[in-house]
């Protein structure tokens, strides 16, 4: 069966450091990966995609990046937090191709900017 | 573009009341439709699903049915728990999509008093 990680579970940083959160995905092979952020209380917004290995599409302008060096794994990046970075920040993947999948989401990192 | 409107919370009920979270979207073609349950502090989990007009999906008492003539997803479920408090979203997927993005209703929270 398919499974997701993603890590750390929570993590505080001060303004202006770097970020690094990891997702993976077991079961699977050439998966479409997914971040959101999801503000206290309100919806999700989808920050990046991508269909493959090294295709990132950006839906926001915004101080983050996402990389996807391997075919299931996909990093979410900062060099210098804001404080309205914090949030809570999900991973997600769907099978490829079109059709009718569902999106499955890991347990999410909480982040919280000092 | 493609969206969905949720009813806005929260919705606030007592224990074996009966619940129904409205959820209507605007889409081109045929759009696949989701509902997904997130428990306080954790990701998104599937709860229903529907791919084509009159599908009903069904999961753990909750039952929502595709209605493309009124565009809508409502959930719906007999008798309410308590552990049944969450924040519930309605999603589509386009039809023709084959990046699997998932446009997501703003949420709506489920308080459920005993």
């Known amino acids: 069966s398919q499974t997701i990680h993603q890590w750390p579970a929570t993590l505080v940083q001060p303004v202006g450091s770097p970020l690094s959160l990891e997702c993976t995905v077991e079961?699977?092979?050439?998966?479409?990966l997914y971040w959101y952020r999801q503000a206290a209380g309100r919806g999700l917004q989808l920050l990046f995609y991508s269909v493959g290995i090294g295709q990132i599409s950006s839906e926001v302008p915004q101080n983050l990046s996402a990389s996807r060096p391997q075919d299931r794994q996909f990093i979410l990046s900062s060099k210098k937090l804001l404080l309205s970075d914090s949030g809570f920040y999900l991973c997600a993947w769907s099978g490829s191709g079109q059709g009718n999948q569902p999106q499955h989401f890991g347990d999410g990192t909480r982040l919280s900017i000092l | 573009g493609d969206s969905v409107t949720q009813m806005e919370g929260p919705v606030t009920l007592s224990e074996e009341a009966f619940l129904t979270i409205n959820c209507t979207y605007t889409a081109t073609g045929y759009p696949s439709l989701f509902w997904y349950v997130q428990y306080p502090g954790e990701g998104l989990q599937l709860l229903l699903k529907?791919?084509?007009?009159?599908d009903k999906g069904s999961n753990k008492g909750f039952e929502a049915t595709y209605r493309k003539e009124t565009t809508s997803f409502h959930l719906e479920k007999g008798s309410v728990q308590v552990s049944d408090s969450a924040v519930y979203f309605c999603?589509?997927?386009?039809?023709?999509?084959?990046?699997?993005?998932?446009?997501f209703g703003q949420g709506t929270t489920l308080q459920v008093k005993p």
């Open positions: 999603a589509l997927r386009s039809g023709s999509s084959n990046t699997g993005k998932l446009i």
């Open positions: 529907a791919t084509k007009a009159d």
């Open positions: 079961g699977t092979s050439n998966p479409n």
